[in-house]
């Protein structure tokens, strides 16, 4: 990032080639919407390209990244809960990114093998467990267990102490597994 702030693109691309693909993860997680994801991804790398000659490296550039898109993402879904709910077509049915969309399903007519169909039922349990966490419990949830970053990184990255990032994962665990029927 101090070569890109520098004004170097090709420095730029790399930090691009190196974090699109975790970024774009985090917000597919947190969205379900492949398109809004990908929205999202995009908005952050130029807000990120757009601040860079006032970049300052207090911390690791993972944390300044998802730092920026969690503000982003906190923005755009104030904007999204003032809207109506629109469900996209394009949407894959079990969370998987490259996995068969509710289009998919309709243009076939073929009936899905059980084994895709309780694959796609899990994944919809999964994915509207995960939507009914609180904002605060699901950013730590799909930083910390989607993401896989440690609890040092989420602290930074949520603005937080690391000690609330461990006991707001366990909360979130510990509804997840309730919703979900699983004992503790």
Partial sequence: ???????????YAELYDRWSGPLLRYFFHLSHDREASEDLLQETFLRVWRAAPRYEPRARFSTYL??????????????????????????????????????????SGAPLPPEEVVRAETGRRIREAVEGLSDKLREVFVLAGFQELPYRDVAEILGIPEGTVKSRMWAAVRQLRERLGEEP
């Fill in 1 to 11: 990032m101090l070569r890109a702030r520098a004004g170097d693109a090709g420095a």
């Fill in 66 to 107: 998802f730092q920026c898109g969690k503000n982003l993402w906190i923005n755009e879904r104030a904007k999204v809960l003032r809207r109506p709910l629109k469900v996209s077509l394009d949407a894959p049915l079990d969370g998987e990114e490259d996995g068969p969309t509710r289009v998919d399903g309709i243009d």
